[in-house]
């Protein structure tokens, strides 16, 4: 069962609704003409029923089967939200909006998961019923919990949940998943040191928040590696410390620094969390300063369980004839991972070949990849929901 002819057939008019998405980009929570794009191309397909405004901007498409005998319900979820990256790839199709685009294939996502609805639709070749989840603001603005307080889950009777994120470096539509964590619970952090500023020529009249805030950063590389045990994957980055001075001679009365907290086992969190807190009481402290956290908790880990995992990769196998099932947990993040923590699912990762990173300016999703990602949708929706002959 390789990459179903159908998509071969649709890949150009997939592709052209792809690169029309990728040219009108919408940051988490502003997908609007996106997601009257897909509901309208939902409802033409013939969709039994199109729900938009869930989760503020997602939509939900649902397609019965020939046959619901089964009673059986599966979810697939693509996210349809860019990112405030100014784009730099001179293609036709670029970003007609000044500093935001599709940096991360989110509008690769979408098409392909609309070709899947056409062929299903076309179809319905599956005992059972498919819902389609087109999420907003999955770049850090929760959309996924967004959906879920909706009550996607429940008010469809969602059973399971698939999801799908295109990977540069990986050939072009090959499939790559592991059972377990597949990607890092991702938290926030911000520090405010606040000290007592004053005129730079004088600086032993001040409490200088700089020079705290910049032991801190260096005294918070210790946090991981001396605390956090190193059969446990974690990274924690300091990623920006400004101050409220911009003078060459004014010493700073507070500074701001932000970053991240990766990991993939739930328990090194409140670890991490309370060495933050005391590293950077302790260090302002020394330094006649102050310092407050505020620590954010985004989304859990990705973690595939063994039974849709396996459903999931032979869906891929049928679809890309290999599999690649011995990657290493990646330290990047994804809100996938609270429908998993809502329903059984899996996530895998389909090739885009070699193509610029992810979040970088030249990045394109490769529209090659289109026909198998379809197919592993329609293939996933077949095999798990099969029609079974009348005996």
Known sequence: MPVKNRFAELQDQIAQWRRDIHAHPEIRFEEHRTSALVADRLRAFGCDSVETGVGQTGVVGVIHGRDTGSGRVVAFRADMDALPIAEATGLPHASTHAGKMHACGHDGHTAMLL???????????????????????????????????????????????????NWPGLPVGEFALREGPLMAATDFFEIRVKGRGGH???PHLTVDATLAAAQLTVALQQVVARNVDPLKPAV?????????????????????????????HPEVQDLIRSRIEAVARATAEAHGAR????????????????????????????????????????????????????RPGAFVFIGNGDSADLHHPAYEFNDAAIPAGCSWFATLAETRMPIVAAK
């Open 115 to 165: 070709g899947a609805a056409q062929y299903l639709c076309e179809t319905r070749n599956f005992d059972g019923t498919v819902v389609l989840l087109f999420q907003p603001a999955e770049e850090g603005g929760g959309g996924a919990k967004a959906m879920l307080a909706d009550g996607v889950m429940d008010r469809y009777g969602v059973q399971e949940v698939y999801g799908m994120h």
């Open 236 to 264: 924690l980055s300091v990623c920006s410390l400004r101050t409220d001075s911009d003078a060459h001679n004014v010493i700073a009365d507070e500074a701001l620094i932000k970053g991240t907290v990766r990991y993939l």
């Open 291 to 342: 310092a407050d956290l505020n620590y954010m908790a985004l989304v859990p880990a990705t973690i595939n369980p063994p039974a849709e995992t396996e459903h999931a990769a032979a869906a891929a196998q049928a679809v890309a004839g290999r599999i690649r099932t011995d990657i290493d947990a990646v330290m990047g993040g994804e809100d996938f991972a609270d429908m998993l923590a809502e």
């Open 200 to 202: 730079g020529a004088m």
